[in-house]
């Protein structure tokens, strides 16, 4: 899969080729996680509305949810204003975090919202 010239043309990527994947549930709005991509995987996730990621540790690409059974199901795709960051809104079937959270932003709050 080959991401299309004039999205390709947009991007801003690291020094490693990759780019950054906010994901956001649908629904809720809650942010479930943050990953890397590179043009192939943002060309797989385009093309079969698989959340498709690039992982850093493994230099390889991996689909969410292929051996969790914790699937994501893309609704949309944006493009950041600055061309450096993808905001994919997904259905989520499962945790999103590999530590079973929801949400990888659950466990640790470091400011509370503010009572008033």
Known sequence: MTLD????????????????????????GDVLMVAWMDDAALARTLETREATYYSRSRAEQWIKGATSGHTQYVHSVRLDCDGDTVLLTVDQVGAACHTGDHSCFDADVLLSPDAN
Do not use: H, M, W, Y
Not at 12 to 28: C, I, M
């Open 5 to 28: 010239p004039q999205i390709a043309a947009r991007l801003k990527r690291n020094a490693d080729g990759l780019f950054t994947a906010v994901v956001q549930e649908r629904g809720s």
